[in-house]
């Protein structure tokens, strides 16, 4: 668990760990340079529970903070944890049996209850329902390139993963939905529990709110680095979405062959030197790229490319 200025909902989130039904877990809390009272708070509740080990460090950010309590880890399984977030009491012992049950996976997560106002925060409550929807191992690889398929803090992983597959890398963009990227694409198989097992809570003053390391054009740049690796390099590869803002976060991508599009202004024009057509006028052998961030017409588009027997990763990712 990083912790920085996190004085407010710290107690509350180690009390969610110490009400956990297994018990044999060790809590390393990486106190990352605060200026409040979170490191006098954690020192206390470690005096009072051996389980509970303290580490103050310089403030370096938290990919610095995340992975050295990975190497400070000893345990068969690592669990992630936020310190402005609450666990429910099972949500261990559930996430070690599914592993164990499960050896084809690497990583589990769980659905996940939203902590905030689901009225003023309506696309982060609409974030949380599509997270939720996500469980199926396949599921997450098909929907990587729409947004990070679990909540960070959700997650247990097999303790070896980031010796084999490499932990949190620092840079301009997300460390969390970078390092799923990575692992998937290296094969690692992903699954979540169907049950709310935390409540994944949204203070204003939250890191991904702030820092433009979680913004949007930081989420498209990493994306479209991963799908450079994946896309088919013997089959046209089509972005569905000429609009500017859709061109635009994939301008990372260099192979298009063109775009699709329902604006009959733009059909059998060009745009920016790539033809437009009608996804009627799509070739048999296109590869497809959903770029239209409206989850009700992403919802269309997949119906719509299902209807003519395309497959998701086979022929088509989802990506906004």
């Not at 949500?91 to 996940?112: A, E, T, W």
Request: some cysteine; aromatic content about 12%; charged content about 25%.
């Amino acid at each position: 668990m990083p912790v920085y200025n996190a004085a407010a909902s710290l107690v509350a989130a180690i009390a969610s760990i110490q009400s956990q039904t297994f018990t044999e877990w060790e809590l390393w809390l990486i106190d990352d340079g605060s200026t409040d009272d979170s490191s006098d708070l954690a020192n206390d509740l470690a005096g009072e529970d051996s389980r509970i080990r303290v580490v103050q460090r310089p403030h370096e950010g938290i990919v610095s903070a995340l992975n050295h309590g990975l190497q400070l880890s000893q345990g068969d399984y690592t669990a992630r944890m936020d310190a402005d977030d609450v666990c429910y009491p099972t949500r261990f012992q559930k996430q070690i049996d599914y592993l164990k049950q499960n050896p084809d996976l690497g990583v589990v997560s769980c659905q996940v209850e939203f902590g905030g106002d689901s009225h003023k925060q309506k696309g982060y409550a609409a974030h949380v329902d599509w997270i939720n929807s996500t469980l199926r191992p396949e599921e997450h690889y098909a929907n990587r390139f729409v947004d990070a398929p679990v909540a960070h803090p959700s997650v247990m992983w097999r303790r070896e993963l980031p010796e084999k597959f490499g932990s949190y890398r620092e840079g301009h963009f997300p460390e969390d939905f970078e390092l799923w990227l990575r692992w998937m694409e290296q094969g690692l198989r992903f699954a979540k529990i169907a049950e709310p097992l935390m409540i994944w809570n949204d203070f204003p003053e939250r890191l991904s709110r702030k820092d433009d390391r979680y913004g949007i054009d930081a989420f498209y740049e990493i994306k479209c680095q991963y799908l450079k690796q994946t896309l088919p390099k013997d089959r046209p590869v089509w972005l569905w979405g000429a609009g500017r803002i859709s061109r635009k976060r994939f301008r990372g991508l260099k192979s298009l062959a063109g775009y699709v599009d329902v604006d009959s202004r733009k059909i059998g024009q060009k745009v920016e030197g790539l033809p437009v057509r009608s996804y009627h006028e799509l070739p048999a052998n296109a590869f497809v790229l959903s770029g239209v961030a409206n989850r009700g017409v992403r919802n269309e588009i997949e119906a719509y490319l299902r209807s003519t027997g395309r497959q998701p990763v086979r022929d088509y990712y989802l990506c906004a």
